[in-house]
């Protein structure tokens, strides 16, 4: 829109729920991350403990740990698992374009997950 003096609000849609694979979450990558310090940790610790029962038993925990976190990572991916990303809103306006006709324009926003703030910005012709 060049003309932003002639701006007409059209509609605003209603706020609505936005959701992403589990697989490209930051969940996942955590998840993933903490799955692969833990194998380290156990191999590490494997080695070190081997012949000391006390600490095979934390080793122990650390492995079911691990585990627990596979099965969870797995489960949500084969599930198709989708994770709560944040909201959206459309806002449909009207405005007078470079050659003086009236356009109508739709623009989606995409919000946080507390709505505090704007996670995409449109970008707006000034």
């Known amino acids: 829109m060049k ?3 002639s701006y007409e609000e059209v509609t605003f849609g209603a ?9 490209g979450s930051s969940q996942f990558k955590n998840d993933i991350r903490k799955a692969a310090s833990l194998a ?3 191999e590490f610790k ?8 006390d600490s095979l038993k934390k080793f122990k925990e ?4 691990m585990k627990k976190i ?3 990572t797995i489960a949500m991916m084969k599930s198709h698992a989708q994770i709560f990303s944040g909201w ?4 449909t306006y009207r405005g007078k ?12 926003f995409f919000f946080d997950k507390d709505l505090t703030e704007i996670i995409n910005k449109p970008h707006f012709e000034l």
């Open 3 to 5: 003309d932003w003096d």
């Open 15 to 23: 706020l609505d729920s936005t959701f992403e694979s589990y697989k």
């Open 40 to 42: 380290t940790t156990i």
């Open 46 to 53: 494997r080695e070190l403990y081997k012949d000391d029962e």
């Open 62 to 65: 650390d492995e079911l740990e």
């Open 70 to 72: 596979d099965s969870i």
């Open 88 to 91: 959206s809103m459309s806002h």
């Open 97 to 108: 374009n470079a050659f003086g006709s009236k356009d109508i324009s739709t623009i989606v």
